[in-house]
Structure formats: C-alpha cells, structure tokens
C-alpha cells in the first residue's frame, strides 16, 4: 500500500487549501468606508490629501523623511535611476535573481544592466560578486531584498560608498523589514517598493520611493508628474526642469486609501511572519536536504514576499522540484514554483546580449542557475497561521519518510 497521496494512500490535509489562509488582498469595511469618502470628495488625484498622508507615513515607517507615490514599482526604480543622474551607456549592477523589472528599468533610460550572481542562503546579490563586476562605467547598483531576505546592505554599502557609486534598494518584497534597526529602502539613496496586488502591501498596482535626501525627493517628483514640482498645482505656470524628461507615473488616492490601512497593520503581520517562518525553520530542521531560504543576517524583523524552500539534492534524491510540488499539491498543500530563473532567462527580457544591451557578470550566474532548479516558494500569507505551517511541516515529514516511493514515481516519469 502506498503511503503518498499521489500514489494512492490518504491524503494528509482534509481541508480546502484556500481555507489555511485569510483573503488576499485582505478587504475590510473600514477601507471600503475610507474608499468611499475619498470618492465623495473627489479629491483622486494630483498630490491629493490621502497620497500626501500615505506617503509621510510610509517612509516614516521605515526611516525616510520623503516618500514619492507612483503607478508601480517599474516606474520607481527607473525614475529613482534618472533622479541619480545615470544615462544611457552606463552600468547599473543588478542580481541575477529578481523579477525583470529591476533589469529592465536601466534598460528603460538606455543604460546596460550588469547582471551579477546570488548567495546561495539568501538568494540575494553576492556582494562580493558585486566587487568584481564594478567597472568605471558603473552609475549605480540595485541590490532586491528577494522573498523572504535582505540583501547584506553592509557589505553592499562598503563596496558602493568606497567607490561614490550610489545603491537604490529594490524592496519590492519587503514592506515593513529592517536591517540592523533601520528600515529597508533608508540604507540606500533611494528605497523603492511595488504594491502590486500579490505585495506584502497590495493595491492593486502602485508604487513608491522613499529618501532622506530633498533634491532626490523633488527630481524623482517631477519625473513622475510631468515635471511639476510638488510646490505647483497642475496647471499653474512652471518651468520645465532643465535635462530631465518627465512622466506621468502618477498613481491615486484610491491606492493610498488601501495602502494606509494596511499600514496600521504592517507591523503585526510582518512580526507575525517573522515568528512563523522561524517556527518553519526549526520544525523542518530535521528532514535533511531541505531548507528554508536564511533571512537576511542583520533583519529584525525580516520581511516576507514570499516562504521558499530549497531542496538539497541528494537526500531528496535530485527528484524534480516538479514531482516534489505535485506530491505535495496531492497531500493538499500546493507550494508553488519557486524563485524566479535567472532574470536573463526571463520571458520579457528580450534584450540583445552580443549587442551589449546587457551583460552576465563572469558569463553565467551559476547559483542562481541551480537554485531556480530546487527551490518552491509559497505566497507569504501562507505564513499567516501557525497551524497552518505545522501542516506544511507534516507534509514535508511525510514525503521525506516515504522518499524512495517519490523516487520510483519520479524514475517512471
Ligand atoms: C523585485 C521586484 N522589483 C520590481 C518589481 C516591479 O513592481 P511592479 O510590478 O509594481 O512594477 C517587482 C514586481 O513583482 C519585483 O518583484
């Protein structure tokens, strides 16, 4: 008789998966309520009062004295890129692993995206690779706090100060994180985060930057609406700001609106994930050849994108993260696909490596290469319940102690 739900035997979860975790994006009276009132004022856009208000808070919260609201976290980084002067023909070092748009924003203003290999515990950007890559066309690095980790924002600043090269922090994945007491996106010139709709912090689409320096604050300003400066109305005269080409990036206060609840509770939920994913770590320290994706070496709190696990290989028999993920989805427990591939590799990313549109840091990037192969992840609210992680816990016991019956399985793929 077999014991793996995929092969026959009793499924380990009875419930519906969907009932392990609350409703993502979360959705409440009081925001519906807070909806409503902005929609009655028909104050939606232009640096309204609601966007004024999320923006202080937000980058209050994580140490910046500015925060610019945007249509997305594309548009942040790239807008970010300009305000710091970089131009086409310069190199801005990226991590291999990240979603395409950390790339591609260089690519946006011309310049050359220098694509730099990953640690294997954090998956985030090797800060020593990050060393080697830098060549005197380099105007900026984009290190990505990637799912549940911080970049070494240490190592990366020494690196980057020494050398006058400024670090924008992408931290798409890390609302509320810190490092070393300091919010994540205040460490480096400038922090930039996406609040797309599967985001620690989901609206829908959005985006924003946080600095402490003014000058930035109002470059990256103007850049997103269309040159007005945040003292001037759209509409009054203004002066086109010299060098700069402007957008509208502008996102509105319906956004905001849904961005300042969930603020309130930020902390909570961060704090909770924290405490969850650490129970995680410990339960499944006993099953050799998986693990958790190490948090960052300074964060407290860690933020969370997202929970990966990565497989070892051998004590996992080198079955396919596949057939590991379908025998799980059998137990009830679907994971999902993991980290993102190396960004190269990137369906959208269709730029033209012998052209020198962009360039792969010693060639390959052979971490993020293998990872992409043994690594699952799932959405970050499944770290929401603690009974919820005791249960991806038993499954991972329960395919570990039946591993030879996956391996035949896997063997007759
Ligand atoms: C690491 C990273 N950077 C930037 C972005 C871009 O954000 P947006 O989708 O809001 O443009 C994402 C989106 O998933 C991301 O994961």
Redesign the pocket.
């Known amino acids: 008789m077999a014991n793996l739900a995929l092969l026959g035997g009793d499924k380990l979860i009875k419930e519906d998966f969907s009932s392990l975790f609350p409703q993502w994006p979360p959705r409440d009276e009081e925001t519906a309520e807070a909806l409503k009132k902005v929609y009655m004022d028909g104050n939606w856009s232009f640096n309204s009062p609601a966007e004024q208000e999320f923006e202080q808070a937000f980058a209050g919260y994580h140490g910046a004295k500015y925060g610019i609201f945007m249509a ?3 548009t942040t ?1 790239e807008c970010a890129l300009t305000a710091l002067g970089v131009k086409a023909g310069d190199e801005v070092i990226v991590p291999a692993l ?2 395409m ?2 790339a591609l924003a260089a690519s946006y203003i011309g310049a050359i995206p220098v694509i730099v290999d990953i640690e294997p515990g954090t998956l985030c950007m090797d800060p020593e690779k990050v060393r080697s890559a830098i060549t005197p066309k380099t105007r900026a690095i984009i290190p ?1 706090h ?1 799912y549940g980790s911080t970049a070494d924002m240490e190592k990366i600043l020494e690196i980057a100060d020494a050398r006058h090269i400024p670090v924008i922090e ?1 931290c ?2 890390m609302h509320g994180g810190f490092w070393n007491g300091r919010g994540v996106g205040s460490w480096g010139k400038v922090g930039s985060f ?3 709709q599967s985001k620690t912090m989901a609206s829908g ?1 959005g ?1 924003i930057c946080i600095t402490n320096d003014p000058e930035l604050a109002e470059k990256i300003y103007m850049l997103k609406h269309i040159g007005y400066s945040r003292g001037i109305r759209q509409g009054q005269a203004r002066k086109a700001p010299e060098g700069l080409l402007c957008h509208n990036y502008r996102a509105t206060a319906f956004q905001a609106v849904i961005l300042s609840q969930q603020l309130k509770n930020l902390k909570n939920l961060i704090s909770t994930y924290a405490e969850n994913a650490a129970y995680l770590r410990e339960a499944i320290k006993d099953i050799p050849g998986v693990r958790m994706q190490s948090p960052g070496r300074l964060s407290e709190p860690q933020g969370y994108y997202s929970c990966h696990l990565i497989f070892d290989g051998e004590p996992f028999k080198n079955i396919p993260k596949t057939v590991i993920n379908e025998a799980c989805s059998a137990e009830g427990f679907p994971i999902g696909n993991g980290t993102h591939g190396p960004v190269y590799r990137a369906g959208l990313f269709n730029l033209d490596l012998a052209r020198n549109e962009y360039r792969i840091h010693e060639g390959r990037s052979a971490v993020c290469e293998d990872m992409f192969t043994r690594t699952l992840g799932c959405n970050h609210y499944v770290l929401t319940r603690r009974s919820t992680v005791e249960k991806l816990s038993a499954v991972l016991h329960k395919i570990y102690a039946d591993i030879g019956e996956l391996e035949q399985y896997a063997a007759a793929q």
Do not use: K, P
């Open positions: 997305n976290g594309t980084l990240t979603w748009a950390t990505v990637a992408d798409a994945h996406s609040f797309q689409e985006g």
